[in-house]
């Protein structure tokens, strides 16, 4: 049922705000779920609707199943999946279904960012006669005795616990909050790809907390507001759409009518729902790159109408590329979006009626992005980690950036309205982290080797100045009155801390003896370098902590210095 195109030559002018190549270039793929498998990678993180992690959550993939971490990431690595249509699967008890679906192609190294919104009782009512029922001001919904059914499938006349929400198609939080990848199959059974005008889910249980149904020829009646922004785009009568967890695909069974503000439709099975038109459809992709021809390492990326309702909101794989459907032959508005969601670079897309490779995205990295940072994660003997990544964050955003085979990896950093961000290496095959390292917005950082590893030795101290390493197994800890002495035997680190013996905590670097790797005292001008004491004060202990800072030498460079350490000597 998946049509092939005609391919023939397009050429049409790209508008943009950036630098762009003025060719559309056809090319030939035909997106079939049914034509095989592809070997594909996936990196994901799985959150609340505040950003908090889902850790400890099986996840399915393919013929595959990994579990989050304690940051709610996930990976997968070459698992055979269904090509262009391969569903993610989960079920996370209190939130409602957000299962996306990956358009998989061989060796891909996606990424995707999970929402789950809290599953919360917002009304009840008594199913032994007709109701109508009021959750927000922007769903309602009309009820009939002998319409509910529990787990047995017999007839429920008792209390009804009511679990619904609306999703605001023109909202890209909560768009991101609706399952699948808005990708199915309408009423004459051919595939399309929506347009939503409106989505909500629907959810009852009984007074044990048990799911209920509805009788398949005894529907409620649903009302749900569109919002405000399409209102005038609406159309009077529309497709109506079920979100199908198996498959993964959206489903038209029937039509749906506007009355007013509402639209009103008949429901005969609860789950998730959208008001949408169907579209045929084409496939396009291509790349995002900064002014140094460096790709966008998961950069938020969307499509949406002229009206301002999304049809795709995905983010750009480990090499800053990207490959979706839309919707064929509609004027479409691309986005490409900075850590923070906010939109660094805006074109229209015309109508296309053949599958199309868009010219490069290029961005000025100072315009989106702050920063851009590079560095490598090694194990405990020194060696490149295969399977890690980056843990980076800065304001309210994080991001895991997944290491290559030499342990490297590299990524754009924005602020957020932060001044700093922070790193940490993860690995994937284990719990150890490296040190959380953090440094201002303002500069590109090279960070050099970067220690995953869960135990140092009795005496140890590892450093990095500007990403070159320096490591020495003969430290030695002082105490003269309140001021703690720290100094390498090959004197390549020294610095003093005004310290509260006995008191764990952070202490700031005093300006006096310091040495961070080739820079000696005469040569820093100022610094912000702290130092955080693990364990301190006890005689049977070893000092024990991690330093992280920056300081500017007498010629105004910037340079970042990092690392652990513990004591050869107890205090």
């Not at 594909?40 to 579990?67: K, R, W």
């Not at 290496?425 to 995953?452: C, F, K, P, R, T």
Request: net charge negative; with cysteine.
């Amino acid at each position: 049922m998946f049509r092939k195109f005609t391919l023939f030559i397009l050429i049409v002018l790209f508008a943009s705000c950036a630098k762009d190549v003025e060719l559309f270039i056809p090319y030939d793929n035909q997106p079939d779920p049914q034509a095989g498998l592809v070997t594909t990678s996936l990196t994901g993180v799985l959150t609340d609707t505040d950003g908090n992690p889902i850790s400890a959550q099986e996840v399915y993939f393919g013929n595959a199943s990994t579990q989050t971490d304690g940051f709610g990431v996930f990976h997968f690595s070459e698992v055979e999946v269904p090509v262009s249509h391969a569903p993610l699967q989960f079920d996370v008890p209190g939130y409602y279904i957000n299962n996306p679906v990956l358009n998989a192609n061989e060796n891909g190294r996606a990424f995707v960012r999970i929402i789950l919104r809290e599953r919360v009782q917002t009304a009840s009512f008594d199913a032994s006669g007709s109701s109508t029922v009021d959750p927000d001001d922007n769903f309602s919904f009309q009820t009939e005795n002998d319409m509910l059914r529990d787990e047995n499938g017999d007839h429920y006349t008792g209390e009804v616990a009511v679990f619904s929400a609306r999703f605001d198609p023109t909202n890209i939080s909560d768009f991101r909050q609706i399952p699948g990848n808005w990708f199915g199959e309408n009423l004459m059974e051919e595939e399309a790809v929506l347009e939503p005008f409106a989505a909500f889910v629907l959810e009852m249980e009984d007074l044990n907390g048990q799911a209920l149904s509805l009788k398949s020829d005894n529907p409620l009646i649903a009302n749900v507001r569109v919002p405000a922004a399409i209102a005038s785009e609406a159309p009077s009568e529309i497709g109506l759409w079920l979100y199908d967890a198996g498959s993964g695909l959206w489903t038209e069974t029937a039509q749906a009518f506007l009355n007013g503000d509402f639209y009103e439709a008949e429901i005969n099975q609860l789950g998730t729902w959208a008001f949408a038109r169907g579209h045929d459809y084409v496939e396009i992709e291509g790349v995002t790159r900064d002014d140094d021809s460096r790709g966008f390492v998961h950069a938020g990326l969307s499509i949406r109408f002229e009206a301002g309702n999304y049809c795709a909101a995905i983010y750009v794989d480990d090499e800053g590329s990207y490959a979706l459907r839309i919707p064929a032959n509609t004027n479409l508005v691309l986005d490409l979006l900075n850590d923070c969601e906010e939109s660094v670079y805006m074109t229209s897309l015309s109508g296309f009626d053949v599958n199309t490779v868009l010219p490069p995205v290029i961005v000025d990295q100072a315009d989106a992005w702050q920063t851009y940072v590079r560095g490598r994660l090694i194990n405990c003997n020194d060696q490149p980690l295969e399977s890690a990544y980056a843990w980076i964050s800065s304001g309210d955003w994080t991001k895991p950036v997944l290491v290559n085979a030499d342990g490297s990896f590299q990524a754009h950093v924005s602020s957020c309205g932060a001044t700093l961000y922070t790193l940490q290496g993860v690995s994937l095959s284990g719990d150890a982290l490296s040190l959380s390292l953090s440094h201002s917005l303002y500069q590109q950082a090279e960070l050099g080797s970067i220690n995953v590893c869960p135990d140092i030795p009795e005496a140890f101290s590892g450093f990095n100045v500007d990403g070159e390493e320096f490591l020495s197994l003969e430290t030695e800890a002082t105490m003269d009155a309140d001021v703690l002495h720290f100094e390498e035997a090959d004197q390549n680190l020294q610095f003093s801390l005004a310290t509260t013996p006995g008191v764990p905590g952070e202490y700031q670097v005093l300006a006096i003896n310091q040495q961070f790797g080739p820079y000696s005292e005469d040569e820093i001008q100022s610094m912000d370098v702290k130092v955080v004491l693990e364990t301190f004060g006890v005689s049977e202990n070893h000092l024990e902590g991690t330093i992280n800072g920056y300081f500017t030498d007498t010629d105004g460079n910037d340079h970042w210095v990092f690392g652990r350490f513990r004591s050869a000597n107890p205090l």
